[in-house]
């Protein structure tokens, strides 16, 4: 594995994950599905969110025992456009999909359709359950809480997580609009990633117990785990750049994901009870409009891709080539990588040998094997 980067095709990639899934005892229709929310992130460049997280985020937590192989969903409650469901920290992928899935029922019924979602895991991207809506015709949103990471303006106590809140529209173009990220200025996986190639986080993303902005990536993940550092919220640390925004959506979104389904929130999703691994007990919310409900698909799409045209072909600064729209650079990293696969770098490559020899998935060798 002398190679830095290795192209792995993403059939392979993705086969291997269901397989990998299955093996940790994972049912098999859920295990596809798993798998396909993490090879979307891949094929539309969010590399933070694809094979990157399959061990330390899945295969890591289901050993660990925090996570179940087998979701058992329960339904608290269920009524004609809302439901509230307990996903009983099952695969947080399996949970989201049939929640939005059930969320666009529910809208192509009665126009509009929510899902609560309590006692979760990790889902992935967020956009992969604004898409499905976006298949259907329909606007989709999600978000979800996650465990504390990000400080509260004027605060340096992680207390709120990255907290995405997620929408996506059809339009008339190649590619939907799907705004995808986090209410923070970065978020865990990012981090990681720049750990792996020895990068230092730019100034402003993290604040420590001080008050300073870190940049030091190890020392970043170190204070992530021990409560010496805090991510912060978009727009900054304070008031200047008007970091109370970014602190807002994110609350937002941990009401949203906590108070209507009576789930956790806050210090309650850290992952730890009396100095124990638990699960994290993650909260998500789904909802689908259904354009048809209005004045119709079609001229929605139109009025949706006049506008992000309008917004592309306006005056761009000096130096800049182009101007983009949400989901816009998602569609130009699947124009890039369709042929090419997973660009997996030297870490990732040697978890995915180590999950292999574990579960004694023998019928795989990757290409940077061979290499």
């Known amino acids: 594995m002398s190679e830095t980067i290795c192209w792995v095709p993403?059939?392979?990639?993705?086969?291997?994950?269901?397989?990998?899934?299955?093996?940790?005892?994972?049912?098999?229709?859920?295990?596809?599905?798993?798998?396909?929310?993490?090879?979307?992130?891949?094929?539309?460049?969010?590399?933070?969110?694809?094979?990157?997280?399959?061990?330390?985020?899945?295969?890591d937590r289901i050993l660990a025992g925090i996570q179940f192989p087998d979701t058992e969903i329960e339904v608290l409650r269920n009524g004609p456009t809302t439901a509230v469901w307990d996903g009983n920290h099952g695969m947080g992928h399996a949970i989201s999909r049939?929640?939005?899935?059930?969320?666009?029922?529910?809208?192509?019924?009665?126009?509009?359709?929510?899902?609560?979602?309590?006692n979760s895991t990790h889902y992935g991207i967020a956009g992969y359950y604004a898409l499905m809506a976006i298949e259907n015709g329909m606007i989709g949103i999600t978000g979800t809480n996650a465990r504390p990471s990000v400080a509260p303006t004027f605060g340096v106590e992680n207390m709120l997580g990255t907290n995405p809140l997620t929408i996506g529209f059809p339009t008339d173009e190649e590619f939907p609009f799907v705004l995808d990220c986090a209410t923070s200025i970065t978020q865990r996986g990012k981090i990681e990633i720049y750990e792996r190639i020895g990068k230092d986080t730019p100034p402003g993303c993290v604040i420590g117990e001080n008050g300073q902005a870190l940049t030091d990536t190890d020392q970043i993940l170190e204070g992530l785990s021990n409560g010496k550092a805090a991510f912060t919220a978009l727009g900054g640390i304070g008031e200047e750049t008007a970091g109370y925004k970014g602190y807002g959506y994110s609350t937002i979104v941990e009401i949203l994901s906590a108070a209507l389904q009576c789930g956790s929130f806050l210090k309650m999703l850290s992952g730890f009870e009396d100095g124990e691994k638990v699960p994290y007990k993650l909260g998500h919310f789904f909802m689908a409009i259904d354009t048809e409900a209005f004045l119709g698909l079609d001229e929605f799409k139109k009025t949706a891709g006049t506008i992000l045209r309008e917004l592309r072909?306006?005056?761009?600064?000096?130096?800049?080539?182009?101007?983009?729209?949400?989901?816009?650079?998602?569609?130009?990293?699947?124009?890039e990588r369709q042929g090419k696969g997973v660009p997996v770098n030297q870490s990732v490559q040697q978890e995915l040998v180590q999950m292999r020899d574990e579960l004694q998935l023998t019928q795989y060798e990757f290409p940077f094997e061979t290499h």
């Not at 049939?98 to 309590?118: E, L, N, P, S, T």
């Not at 072909?313 to 990293?333: C, L, Q």
């Open 313 to 335: 072909n306006s005056r761009r600064m000096p130096g800049e080539e182009r101007i983009y729209t949400a989901g816009e650079k998602e569609y130009v990293a699947w124009q």
């Open 98 to 118: 049939k929640a939005m899935q059930a969320a666009i029922d529910k809208a192509k019924a009665y126009g509009m359709g929510m899902v609560a979602v309590r």
């Open 10 to 59: 993403f059939d392979v990639l993705e086969q291997f994950m269901v397989d990998v899934f299955k093996a940790l005892h994972v049912p098999a229709e859920d295990a596809a599905i798993c798998a396909n929310v993490l090879i979307t992130a891949d094929k539309r460049g969010i590399d933070s969110h694809g094979v990157n997280r399959l061990k330390p985020i899945y295969y």
